[in-house]
């Protein structure tokens, strides 16, 4: 009896894994369609109302890990001191596991916010808005692929794991 329920449990851990490890390419891809999206916003408030930056970060919401840095990375524009491009770099790194490449280019946008003229801010912000783009396609394309097989070799671990042992 107690063999059935730890194979049961071993199973079950082991499912569980797979559809963890397949949540991590969907929260990826969530990110970036955040990234995206908020981009997207800032370049329409700069180029018709010329919001500030405080206000920028307020204005929108998301429902990813996005959310969470640029929440941190308002309170670093609030807090009044000098912001380093490694304070950004830090904040994103707390909340999502990404390439460096990316966090470099996230945590460049952010720190360019505000330091820019008006023309040079808007042809920035329409780089990163191209750049979003082509990283949201290959995660998508990724996150397609990867999730069902996590999801698929987290059973059939299970299930090899389980006809071992029985």
Do not use: W
């Not at 990110?31 to 908020?38: C, I, Q, V």
């Not at 941190?72 to 770099?89: A, F, P, R, T, V």
């Amino acid at each position: 009896m107690i063999k059935i329920i730890l194979l049961i449990a071993l199973f079950g851990a082991s499912g569980f894994l797979g559809f963890q490890t397949a949540k991590v390419f969907e929260s990826k891809t969530k990110f970036y369609k955040d990234a995206l999206d908020f981009t997207k916003n800032i370049k329409a408030e700069i180029s018709f109302l010329k919001t500030d930056i405080i206000s920028l970060l307020s204005k929108y919401n998301f429902s990813s890990k996005f959310e969470n840095v640029k929440n941190d990375i308002k309170e670093l524009y609030k807090s009044n001191k000098e912001i380093s491009i490694d304070d950004i770099k830090h904040t994103i790194n707390k909340y999502i596991t990404i390439k460096d490449e990316e966090v470099n280019i996230i945590s460049q946008m952010f720190f360019e916010l505000g330091q820019l003229g008006y023309i040079e801010q808007i042809e920035r912000l329409e780089y990163y808005i191209n750049h979003f783009q082509s990283v949201l396609s290959k995660e998508k394309d990724r996150a397609d692929k990867m999730m069902p097989f996590c999801k698929k070799m987290g059973v059939l671990i299970g299930l090899l794991v389980c006809i071992v042992l029985i």
